[in-house]
């Protein structure tokens, strides 16, 4: 997390001016440029769909587990596994969802929010290490080819078409706002996927008595969920490690800022996630004595909402007689 020494909590750099936290609005909090917008920092609200999710998938692991001995079919077997996996992951976004809604503390003073970045990075991971083992377990069918009972495979996996498929579906509208929620999404999206291969694999199993059929499904079937997953992680881990969120462009932010009237100069802007649903900025602005108002600060960030969703801004004002340590771009 960047470090906020230097902003504009405790008063500007500059002799003699008495602009303390310019705050939209007028707050108390000084430098805190988010009071009076009306927007909040909790992401939508999906614990219906995490409960419905949860409960569904319960079920059809236990009904997919025990028809999977009976049927000896490694898909039915594999994808139970997986689904187990998958609960585990919804409850996890579950909880950094909740725990994102959590007010403030003296001690987190940023609230909970990380946790729905680190429940993102770890489906990403759990899913990794579920498909792990699927590919594994493929390989070794390869050696010693079961028989398998194609239409108990078939009944089995189209419920769990019908059930992986409405579970994502709960998950659809929040997909591309919240990683935590994609990750949710990309979970039963991939099991319904897998699903639907185990019904074809079933269908020609029963057609040609061909029992190798059913590990390359698997491993088919784990390539198209990595591929997938790897977004996922990639996505995650950057913002783990505080990359600018995707859709904000760094550059396009310095220069908005620079073009703003009243602005002279702008250095030390740094970008990071709060959450997985909200992105703060701190910033230097160097700007003549007499532009420096309230005005001017809601201006600013009322234009980062509008413009780049960036929702917690610090701005710190200076007016240029101050030699600022933190100007140089490599200074953190």
């Known amino acids: 997390m960047p470090s906020h020494d230097h902003a504009a909590h405790a008063g500007h750099d500059h002799a003699g001016h008495d602009h303390a936290g310019h705050e939209h609005g007028g707050g108390d909090h000084a430098g805190h440029s988010h009071g009076g ?3 909040s920092h909790a992401p939508a609200n999906f614990d219906r769909a995490f409960a419905i999710g949860v409960t569904l998938n319960m079920g059809f692991i236990v009904v997919e587990a025990a028809y999977g001995l009976i049927a000896n079919s490694l898909s039915l077997l594999a994808d139970a596994g997986h689904n187990l996996g998958d609960v585990a992951g919804l409850l996890l976004a579950w909880g950094a969802a909740w725990l994102a809604r959590r007010a403030p503390t003296a001690k987190r003073t940023y609230g909970y929010g990380r946790t729905s970045i680190l429940a993102a990075l770890a489906n990403a991971v759990l899913l990794l290490v579920a498909i792990g083992a699927i590919g594994w377990e493929a390989v070794q069918r390869f050696a010693s080819p079961q028989p398998v009972q194609g239409m108990t495979v078939m009944i089995v996996a189209a419920i769990g078409i019908v059930v992986n498929g409405g579970t994502a579906l709960l998950f659809m509208r929040g997909r591309k706002g919240d990683i935590n929620i994609r990750g949710a999404f990309l979970h039963m ?8 291969g185990v019904v074809v694999a079933g269908l020609v199993m029963m057609v040609t008595g061909w029992l190798w059929l059913d590990p390359v499904v698997s491993l088919l079937l784990v390539a198209v969920v990595a591929f997938g997953t790897w977004g996922l992680l990639k996505d995650s881990v950057a913002l783990a490690i505080d990359e600018v969120p995707p859709g904000v462009s760094r550059d396009e932010v310095f220069a908005h800022l620079q073009a703003m009237g009243g602005v002279n100069d702008v250095h030390d802007l740094h970008i990071w996630p709060l959450s997985t649903t909200s992105t703060a900025l701190t910033v230097h602005l160097v700007c003549d004595n007499d532009k420096i108002d309230d005005d001017l600060t809601g201006r ?21 007689r101050l030699d600022c340590h933190l100007e140089p771009d490599h200074v953190v």
Do not use: N, R
């Open 300 to 320: 600013i960030v009322e234009e980062l909402k509008a413009k780049f969703k960036i929702d917690h801004a610090t701005i710190q004002f200076e007016t240029g």
């Open 37 to 39: 917008h009306g927007h």
């Open 189 to 196: 999206a991939a099991d319904a996927g897998i699903s639907a």
